[in-house]
């Protein structure tokens, strides 16, 4: 019995070629959906101005972050149980989100969807009770394809990538 670590050659790796491959569906309309998991998510200033990007720095948006997945699939059941990811914001610091998308409340709409196809009302409080009973709901969305949007420190703004993601929305009442 040997004592002490276990030695393992060092090994040099080059991963620069890499790519991450990510599935990304055909767009759908009206997918029957079940909510897999529900999570409360805040996001925080992120331009060194105004902060940096710590965690003492003041939330700009708050979000449900949706886990779903296909009950159904689309293109012959292929896609049956594919996992799905969207953030549906609730609210935003309408002192840092000024532009008229915040002003005209369209950060809401989503939200406003998601609840109507759930028979929720559209006055309510969103946290721990809300999670339990919207998770493990279905309902029909609409998948569609965008492109990936990364935060450019250098201009405080997203840009677009070449890499594509899926996005939800246009929540219905699953018939």
Do not use: C
């Not at 276990?6 to 599935?23: A, F, G, T």
């Amino acid at each position: 019995m040997s004592e002490g670590f276990n030695v393992i050659e060092p090994m040099e790796i080059d991963v620069q070629d890499v790519k991450e491959q990510r599935s990304v569906l055909p767009a759908r309309k009206d997918v029957k959906l079940r909510i897999k998991k529900a999570e409360l998510r805040e996001r925080r200033v992120q331009s060194e101005e105004k902060g940096g990007t710590g965690a003492d720095n003041p939330v700009v948006t708050r979000s449900l972050n949706l886990s779903l997945s296909l009950v159904d699939g689309y293109e012959d059941g292929k896609y049956k149980g594919f996992p799905l990811f969207q953030d549906v914001m609730y609210w935003a610091d309408l002192n840092v989100k000024k532009g008229d998308w915040y002003g005209n409340k369209q950060h809401l709409v989503q939200l406003r969807f998601l609840l109507s196809a759930l028979g929720l009302p559209m006055k309510t409080t969103i946290g721990d009770q809300f999670i339990q009973e919207i998770t493990g709901r279905e309902l029909l969305g609409s998948i569609r394809t965008r492109k990936v949007q990364v935060f450019d420190p250098s201009t405080g703004k997203y840009v677009d990538t070449d890499d594509l993601r899926n996005e939800v929305g246009g929540y219905k009442a699953s018939i």
